[in-house]
């Protein structure tokens, strides 16, 4: 159930960055694309996040936090890079780093804006304490 909870907000939240910015990002088709790229942003979100941030903590130290930024950015273009790889039809316009930046922007944005209206649903309830 977690699952597709997170896919719907990934979903939500790709879909607004698309609507918001639309010269940046181009949809070539519908919105079952919007869920498939959702899907692959959640994955390589899921697989790619944790080494990236680790291997980099010393820069986001550094930054304080800034670079995580960066790192948002390029796992937002890799989402696109192998999206247009499945041809998925919604690619990154140029200047790729501006476009997969603002993209990223708004997608975190949205994406911690909707988990915090869902927190509860998101939960582990395993540890809950019993009364």
């Known amino acids: 159930m977690k699952f597709i909870l997170r896919w719907a907000i990934n979903t939500v939240a790709l879909y607004v960055a698309i609507i918001l910015l639309p010269s940046y990002i181009i949809v070539y088709g519908s919105w079952i ?4 790229l959702a899907l692959i942003f959640g994955l390589v979100n899921a697989i790619l996040r944790p080494p990236f941030k680790a291997l980099s903590c010393l820069l ?16 937002f273009a890799l989402t696109f890079w192998l999206g247009n790889a499945v041809n998925i039809g919604i690619t990154l316009a140029q200047p790729w780093f501006l476009s997969a930046f603002l993209g990223s ?8 804006i909707l988990n915090g209206l869902l927190r509860d649903e998101l939960r582990d309830r395993r540890h809950k304490s019993q009364p």
């Open 105 to 112: 922007l708004v997608v975190t944005i949205i994406g911690g």
């Open 60 to 75: 986001i130290i550094l930054t304080l936090g800034l670079f995580t930024l960066v790192i948002n950015t390029l796992l």
């Open 33 to 36: 694309n919007i869920i498939w």
